[in-house]
């Protein structure tokens, strides 16, 4: 399964920005989805993750009540809804197949990845 990520970009803060990610194909099992972000010089974070169903998410504390994680399977994509964008949500985001149907918070739960985009949150 191949990933690609789209809708990176520069925003100024308090704007908004809406990340996808399409898979190349279904998975062969029901598989939850995450949103993973690195900053330069930074180790890889978590941001948010849903379940298959999509009845099941989570959000990393710092993007609580600003992002929201949503997917629709028939087009085999996950979406990441950013607003209230702060200078320190600047990061290449990365979206994530988990290996369960769960929604994984710690990137050993994922087996493939996207190659990121890039969000930049000017002052």
């Known amino acids: 399964v191949q990933l690609q990520a789209f809708g990176g970009g520069l925003v100024q803060a308090g704007g908004s920005l809406s990340l996808s990610c399409a898979a190349s194909?279904?998975?062969?099992?029901?598989?939850?989805m995450g949103w993973f972000r690195q900053a330069p010089g930074k180790e890889r974070e978590f941001v948010a993750a849903?379940?298959?169903?999509?009845?099941?998410?989570n959000y990393a504390d710092s993007v609580k009540g600003r992002f929201t994680i949503s997917r629709d399977n028939a087009k085999n994509t996950v979406f990441l809804q950013m607003n209230s964008l702060k200078t320190e949500d600047t990061a290449v985001y990365y979206c994530a197949q988990a290996l369960s149907s769960m929604a994984p918070v710690v990137p050993s739960g994922y087996r493939y990845w996207g190659h990121g985009t890039l969000v930049t949150v000017s002052s």
């Open positions: 194909r279904r998975p062969s099992s029901n598989n939850g």
């Open positions: 849903i379940s298959w169903k999509g009845g099941f998410t």
